[in-house]
């Protein structure tokens, strides 16, 4: 791990720099460029910020889904291999029409919503009506 600033404060300072001093600087399409700039760093912060509670949430959820027993895993790559595979396990069972009504379909509904909104949080959480 690397001492302060870390990388989530550099993504700030370098979007705040773009936002604050490089954006009222410039107009047209090159005002748009820092602004498309600026906000992919934004996603960037938010993604690292909340990449491993979205993983074990989503992790957590698939696995009481699929019925998977046993531990959650406990480093990130493994977290993110662990999703990848539950995932894969899901969409199989969607492929063979195991959603398509019932208690587990119900279920598959409410994970893809949480899913979503999740991941809008990251993309663009004024779509969720969040700052």
Same mark, same amino acid.
């Given at each position: ?7 989530? =404060? &550099?993504? +700030?300072?370098? $979007?705040?720099? *773009? ?5 009222? @600087?410039?107009?047209?399409?090159? %005002?748009?460029h820092a602004l498309v ?9 938010? =993604? &690292?910020? +909340?990449?491993? $509670?979205?993983? *074990? ?5 698939? @696995?009481?889904?699929?019925?998977? %027993? ?15 595979? &539950?995932?894969a396990e899901l969409t199989?069972? *969607? ?14 509904r409410r994970h893809l ?19």
């Amino acid at each position: 791990m690397q001492d302060r600033p870390t990388a989530t =404060e &550099l993504l +700030g300072a370098v $979007r705040s720099f *773009l936002e604050r001093e490089v954006v009222p @600087a410039f107009e047209g399409r090159r %005002r748009f460029h820092a602004l498309v700039a600026a906000n992919v760093l934004a996603v960037v912060e938010r =993604e &690292l910020a +909340g990449e491993e $509670r979205q993983l *074990l949430g989503e992790w957590r959820r698939l @696995a009481a889904l699929l019925g998977v %027993r046993g531990d959650e895993p406990v480093r990130l790559e493994l977290l993110r291999d662990g999703v990848r595979a &539950l995932d894969a396990e899901l969409t199989r069972r *969607l492929r063979e029409g195991d959603a398509d009504e019932g208690p587990f379909g119900e279920g598959v509904r409410r994970h893809l919503r949480a899913t979503v909104v999740e991941k809008l949080r990251v993309a663009n959480p004024r779509h969720l009506g969040e700052p």
